[in-house]
């Protein structure tokens, strides 16, 4: 009983690289969701998408692109990454009108 | 601009004692306004979750107050416990997205 698993847990990336924050689901649902958490700041979204093939922004998508081929994967690509996105980005799945269940997060250092 | 204002930003309480965190929001088109508990290194988890058209929901020591005139809700934790130590997101939801309150960092002391 997986649940939401992110990989890798923890990162540290030269500004100017690119990674990719890996998200898969095994519940089935069609609504995932990237957040980014700040401290004193909450939790932001970067991110989402309702279902396969279909991906939307949300707050804070610069510098940021995700893609959903399939149901189960929601990945999160950095391109030229920056100081400003060190953080912790947390995946969430959704389904129907009940809450979110969430990743156990990344925790990104860009020096 | 924050959607959803929680205060206080972190709280101190005895072991037994009420811990009250309070969430205000303006967007009246909100209809889900779920708490999430998170540990240290773990991603947050649904607390408990309420819809506007009740006043109180409560689930063991954990209860929501909704003033839906006031456009307010919050969260009581009786009977605290050391181990409720973590930090606390409100959140209010309309549609696909959510969003969060800034976090309490809940603190009991035994």
């Known amino acids: 009983n997986a649940g939401v698993t992110q990989t890798p847990k923890f990162r540290i990336l030269k500004i100017g690289q690119s990674m990719t924050l890996q998200c898969t689901q095994d519940m089935n649902h069609n609504y995932m969701y990237w957040y980014r958490q700040d401290p004193g700041m909450g939790l932001k979204l970067i991110y989402y998408s309702v279902g396969a093939g279909i991906t939307d922004k949300g707050e804070v998508p610069n510098g940021y692109n995700v893609s959903r081929s399939t149901t189960e994967d929601f990945p999160l690509r950095l391109e030229l990454a920056a100081p400003s996105q060190t953080s912790v980005y947390f995946c969430a799945t959704r389904q129907g009108e009940g809450g979110y269940t969430f990743g156990s997060g990344t925790r990104l250092t860009v020096v | 601009q924050q959607q959803v204002k929680q205060s206080p930003q972190s709280l101190i309480v005895q072991k037994g004692g009420i811990s009250i965190i309070n969430c205000a929001y303006e967007?009246?088109?909100?209809?889900?306004f779920p708490w999430y508990q998170q540990f240290p290194g773990k991603g947050p988890a649904l607390l408990i979750a309420i819809r506007p058209d009740v006043s109180e929901k409560k689930e063991g020591r954990f209860t929501i107050s909704f003033n839906k005139s006031a456009k307010q809700f919050s969260l009581h934790i009786m009977d605290s416990q050391p181990g409720d130590s973590a930090t606390y997101f409100c959140?209010?939801?309309?549609?696909?997205?959510?969003?969060f309150g800034t976090g309490t960092s809940l603190t009991v002391i035994p």
């Open positions: 967007n009246t088109a909100f209809d889900y």
């Open positions: 959140a209010a939801s309309a549609g696909n997205q959510f969003y």
